[in-house]
């Protein structure tokens, strides 16, 4: 387990590709106060190496957190991600904000960033990513989210899905348009075929911005990818998230269980998970708000 001890502002905080957990336990001290535990989780599965990437950054009133999926093989797919990654996080922690105009915009320098890069030739020409981006105002305790692809943002609340993503997919828009259910999509033989990922030079990318809403204590945020919603569906992302008291539990039981569900093989599979913990549960990890960890000479 790594525990963040000292945290900057406008300070990107990028995880390495592969690493199975990652704990990062950071408290803000508001008025009310949320405090806020952030854990992560990414595997390549059966593939020989990892394309996706997860990073979050915050100051004293955001938090941000995204996840992204490439595709192009390696030395594409990864490079994709990651200069969405630090495209967007980057643009996030110079001008802060939830409103639609801000999100939408970083997703369309991402998606410009990514394609500077395919001009370099070689892997790079080819490649894509995925995207799921989502920003709290700690302040005024909201939530917003943007994406494109079909990495997946998802809200639990009571232990239910009140709110999720909706894929850029051939078959999420056969769900749509009534010929599949939900469950049958997630089996579908074209099931990974996309209408929309970043790297799109002739034809702008879908860019989905969701409203503004409310975040409370014991909401649980899930930001994914594809390798994770598709082998496990929302059924076991409920089931596994009631039987898990803490953010560690559950990403190792969504691990265990992909490993026990997931076809010879399966993709690369990343989860961000980030839990508002509850005022009353004084057993939770926490560290000192960010303004009382910035001591001169600390490490």
């Known amino acids: 387990m790594t525990t963040q001890k000292k945290n900057k502002s406008k300070k990107q905080q990028n995880d390495d590709l592969g690493r199975s957990h990652h704990h990062n336990n950071t408290s803000h001290r508001e008025a009310p106060r949320l405090e806020i535990e ?7 599965g059966g593939r020989t190496y990892n394309e996706d990437v997860h990073g979050h950054w915050h100051d004293e009133r955001y938090v941000a957190c995204l996840v992204a999926d490439g595709a192009g093989g390696h030395g594409g797919g990864d490079v994709a991600a990651a200069t969405a990654r630090s495209s967007v996080l980057g643009g996030f922690s110079a ?12 997703v369309e320098q991402a998606n410009r960033d990514v394609v500077a890069r395919q001009a370099e030739g070689g892997k790079l020409a080819g490649m894509r990513s995925t995207v799921v981006f989502a920003a709290i105002d700690l302040e005024n305790q909201a939530l917003a ?4 692809g079909d990495s997946r943002a998802y809200l639990f609340r009571g232990g239910a899905i009140v709110a999720r993503t909706t894929d850029h997919s051939l078959v999420q828009q056969m769900v749509a348009g009534g010929m599949l259910d939900e469950e049958g999509a997630r089996l579908h033989p074209q099931r990974n075929m996309l209408l929309s990922a970043l790297g799109s030079i002739e034809e702008a990318p879908d860019i989905a911005v969701s409203d503004r809403m409310r975040l409370m204590p014991g909401d649980v945020l899930l930001l994914c990818s594809d390798g994770v919603w598709e082998p496990l569906g929302d059924e076991c992302l409920v089931d596994t998230l009631h039987a898990s008291r803490t953010p560690s539990q559950w990403t190792e039981q969504l691990d265990t269980q992909i490993k026990a569900r997931a076809k010879p093989g399966h993709d690369n599979y990343t989860a961000l998970t980030l839990w508002v913990i509850p005022e009353e549960e004084d057993d939770a990890t926490r560290l000192l708000p960010v303004e009382e960890l910035a001591q001169p000479g600390s490490a």
């Not at 952030?38 to 390549?44: A, E, K, N, P, Y």
């Not at 802060?96 to 939408?104: A, F, K, Y």
């Not at 989210?145 to 494109?148: A, D, N, Q």
């Open 145 to 148: 989210w943007v994406h494109s």
């Open 95 to 106: 001008a802060p904000g939830l409103d639609e105009i801000t999100l939408r915009t970083l």
């Open 38 to 44: 952030i854990v992560t989780l990414s595997r390549q």
